[in-house]
């Protein structure tokens, strides 16, 4: 009894002073700092909430700013610069879905989600054309050591002859195909239509699994290069016909299976000219002399209307 008349005691005094020095303070016991501590608790919770609801509302306000704002041209670098804005976690999603290609499974949908770049196509293409070019010269490397009389000499044209066709490949086919079906789109209503970029995107993505067909290409054994030349095909064709067939598939079938047949089509040509001019068993240059005449012999008697005249 008398720890607690000691205790209320304390707890009085303390009282007392506290009115002292804040008059309009009010007091509480320790009875009540249980229920005190509750209710600071759901204070707290309901500031949280209040705390979130406030972000949000920033973030709508920032998104209908940025809105308002006022696109760039496409003729400006600020356009483009946006589709150079991707990571790396994101380029290889990316190569991996042109790599390992299924029925039912959108790559513009899965993979880009409306965010199309020109990063990955643009490496792609380069590193395609690069690789191609350097294994060409490589094959001839050789085949001069297998066959000492097969002279070779460095190629250099091969970088730009590569780079030219991968690279006009990779946009004037997808700008062909992207007029067509905008063209097509007009007589279908029903009919769907990706973006120019996002076609460009399709068709660079889907040019990366002949980066490491290239490289085994160097292995001199025909009926080897022929298997995994068909193997890629397969892959990087079969991506783009799974990523045409929601958009064509509204249209008649004629038009849908002669669309796809050109794409597949165009598609073998390019692996077909890659593989005939990029890796020749023989440099060009490499032929058999043609047979020289030879002097007549002077012991071959000449004709007697053309005798040296003898003096008498």
């Known amino acids: 009894m008398a720890a607690a008349d000691e205790l209320a005691f304390h707890e009085f005094e303390e009282a007392t002073n506290l009115l002292a020095e804040t008059p309009d303070a009010a007091t509480t016991s320790q009875s009540d700092e249980r229920t005190s501590r509750e209710h600071v608790a759901v204070v707290v919770g309901s500031d949280i909430g209040y705390g979130a609801e406030v972000g949000e509302e920033e973030d709508d306000k920032t998104s209908l700013l940025q809105e ?40 513009v949908r899965h993979h880009l989600r409306n965010r199309p770049d ?12 690069f690789v191609l070019a350097v294994t060409g010269n490589l094959t001839l490397v050789l085949a001069q050591r297998r066959d000492p009389s097969i002279h070779y000499s460095p190629q250099f044209h091969k970088v730009t002859i590569a780079g ?21 789109q007009g007589t279908r209503e029903r009919m769907g239509l990706y973006t120019f970029l996002e076609t460009v995107c399709v068709y660079g993505y889907s040019l990366f699994v002949f980066i490491p067909t290239v490289v085994l290409w160097l292995i001199p054994v025909q009926w080897i290069q022929w298997l995994f030349g068909a193997l890629a095909l397969a892959l990087s064709a079969a991506g783009l016909v799974f990523t045409l067939w929601p958009v064509v598939r509204e249209d008649t079938r004629l038009v849908a299976a002669a669309l796809l047949s050109t794409v597949v089509l165009l598609h073998a040509l390019l692996a077909l000219g890659c593989k005939l001019y990029f890796f020749q068993p023989l440099p060009l240059d490499h032929v058999v002399p043609a047979p020289q005449a030879t002097p007549p012999s002077p012991n071959v008697l000449l004709p007697s209307s053309i005798q040296p005249m003898t003096t008498s």
């Open 68 to 107: 308002e704002k006022p696109q760039p041209r496409f003729w400006t670098f600020d356009y483009y610069q946006s589709f150079f804005d991707v990571d790396t976690s994101q380029v290889l999603d990316r190569i991996k879905g042109s790599l390992l290609p299924h029925p039912g499974h959108n790559f």
């Open 118 to 129: 020109l990063y990955g196509p643009f490496w792609i293409c380069a590193t395609l054309a």
């Open 164 to 184: 030219i066709t991968i690279y006009c490949y990779a946009w004037l086919v997808p700008l062909a195909l992207w007029g067509f079906l905008r063209w097509r």
